[in-house]
């Protein structure tokens, strides 16, 4: 057993992680915000580790609040309910079954307790966005308080977050990236000595403030979430006939990004995000069998924001994830042109109009009541 591995680790140390003592039940909240990824997660192997790192800022107001209740369970199995918007959904309800069977492992109190959970979503359901980012980061984080709260193993930022992180990747792998920071990475850099292909650590320190205020306005050109595409998207990397170049090519583009967040270097910052996105698409379209998430609007929008840009001069970047939508990252200080703008010329190609003026944030946080 190799013991530098975390995921060996909290094996090791489970034994002490079985017997409590909890009197009635007991509840626990926590936010946690969705992430876009400037350099993309793309491809996957073994246990939910990433073929190459990936890099993402925090959003602030596309968020998951959940709140767990627990009680020691009765004589029977024990039990999860799960409310999404206050309505039973046993569809995700089986979901976090099946993710509670497979991180026992490092979490056997889970086996022990009765849950119910609430959940619910500060963007709009028909929004496009995925959820389970912020879903499965906000259920760690809970799950890392209720080890806390019984055990007292998780003092110290460093061990609980890397925890969470390390718990919610093993429920998507974006997640991991949703821990306390405005500028995340997960996966291995020889540069951030910290850095693991297990959890996501923050790189604040590593960017220049000018990208700490940052916005994303998300323009939501298709509302309808395909909520299998990046399953299926992970797994067509396994065949790709690109799939070596690419792996190269995000770690390069992952050098180039680090030095100009470091150094405030906006237009490199821009030119890596933008092939970025653009290379994901482009390796979802080239795969066997091809997948299309972009839409005719999505270009259209795409072409409206070059354009402007080189019009007027601005610095902003786009971006997109596993769908339709476009992200545009812009500076602060332009934030009134750049709504103007979006408010005259884009919102035509968006769906009823729609889309989400976010900015960046530091990330999860535990609600106390
Ligand atoms: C395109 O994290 O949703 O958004 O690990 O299978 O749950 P699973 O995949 P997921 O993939 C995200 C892909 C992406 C890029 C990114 O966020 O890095």
Redesign the pocket.
Known sequence: MNDKLISNQYKQKAYNLANFDLKGSQSISWESPS?I?LI???G?YGD?LPQNP?L?FNLKNSKTITNIIYQKKGDDESSIQYFFEDERNKPFEKRIKNYFEKIAVYLPFLKKLDFTIYSKNTFPHSAGI?S??SSFSALAHGLCSIEQELFHTLSGHDKFYRKASFLARLG????SRSVPGKAVLWGINEGITESSDEYAVPIDEQVHHLFKTYRDAVLIVDSEQKTSS??I??TLMENHPFAKARYLQANVNLEKLLLALKSGGVKLFMEIVENEALT?HALMLSSNPSLSLIKPNTLAVIEKLMEFRQKQRLNFAFTL??GPNVHVLYPEKIKAKMIDFIENELLQFCENGKWIDDEISNGPKQILS
Do not use: P
């Not at 998507?172 to 997640?175: D, E, K, R």
């Open positions: 992430n990824a993309k997660y793309w996957k939910q990936s993402s995925a389970s980012a998507s792998g974006s997640a990046s399953s998207g992970h994901l994830d596993a």
